[in-house]
């Protein structure tokens, strides 16, 4: 029962990774600058993302720039979109399989076919939350070196926005989650090794039936 409740608790943390990777990976803020100006009317708020740029003014306004062009778009920028797409699609197929391998389903068939399942499940989760570890920290290190670098006007610098935070997150969540699911199916399967079942013999009875044989032949 612990270790189902533990499977049960470790899919809810995927849950909640899988989500927070798919909105970190369509928000427009995973970089942001807040220009003021001289003005406070005129303030603007410049946020970058993986797909579009959105600008919100102090009036009100919001408008949005998809990004078209791949090819014009920095490697990390490119790196990002890759493995975030990467991330939601290992996390999705986790999901689907971890339904079937847990305990507490109906699903999978036999103990040993759900823990096979359950462990795949498990390792989708951890190559997701790597997939989604690294582009946030690739991101977030180009943004301060580029805050850091003096030769940068402070129009152009921009400071992580909530996208990076919810990846970052995310991704943590999604490594959780698949360490516990490849530790409770690799402690069954140790303890099935280390305590083999145990087979019963009955030498009485054999003994018995040669003695019985023996005599036969000397008659």
Same mark, same amino acid.
């Given at each position: 029962m612990a270790s189902a409740s533990l499977q049960f608790f470790a899919f809810i943390l995927a849950l909640f990774g899988a989500f927070g990777d798919i909105a970190a990976t369509l928000l427009p803020n995973w970089k942001v600058n807040a220009d003021v100006g001289s003005n406070i009317i005129?303030?603007?708020?410049? &946020?970058?993302?993986?797909? &579009?740029?959105?600008?919100?003014?102090?009036?009100?306004m919001f408008s949005c720039t998809l990004k078209y062009s791949v090819l014009s778009l920095p490697v990390?920028?490119?790196?990002?979109?890759?493995?975030? #797409?990467?991330?939601?699609? %290992?996390?999705?197929?986790?999901?689907?399989?971890?339904? #079937?391998? &847990?305990?507490?389903?109906?699903?999978?068939?036999?103990?040993?076919?759900?823990?096979?399942?359950?462990?795949?499940?498990?390792?989708?989760?951890?190559?997701?939350?790597?997939?989604? %570890? #690294?582009p946030t920290s690739w991101y977030t290190r180009e943004i301060i070196s580029n805050f850091l670098d003096q030769t940068i006007p402070e129009s152009s610098k921009h400071e992580p926005g909530g996208a990076v935070y919810t990846g970052f997150i995310s991704a943590g969540f999604l490594l959780i989650a698949g360490v516990i699911f490849c530790t409770s199916c690799f402690k069954k399967q140790q303890g099935a090794w280390i305590y083999p079942p145990e087979q019963h013999h009955f030498p009485s009875t054999e003994q018995e039936s040669n003695a019985g044989y023996n005599l036969k032949d000397y008659v």
């Open positions: 005129t303030a603007i708020t410049q &946020m970058q993302g993986l797909w &579009m740029d959105c600008t919100w003014y102090s009036t009100g990390y920028i490119q790196a990002a979109r890759t493995t975030m #797409v990467l991330s939601c699609i %290992l996390s999705a197929f986790g999901i689907c399989i971890t339904t #079937v391998g &847990m305990k507490c389903t109906k699903l999978g068939g036999d103990p040993d076919s759900k823990s096979h399942a359950c462990f795949a499940g498990g390792v989708c989760f951890i190559l997701a939350g790597i997939f989604g %570890l #690294v």
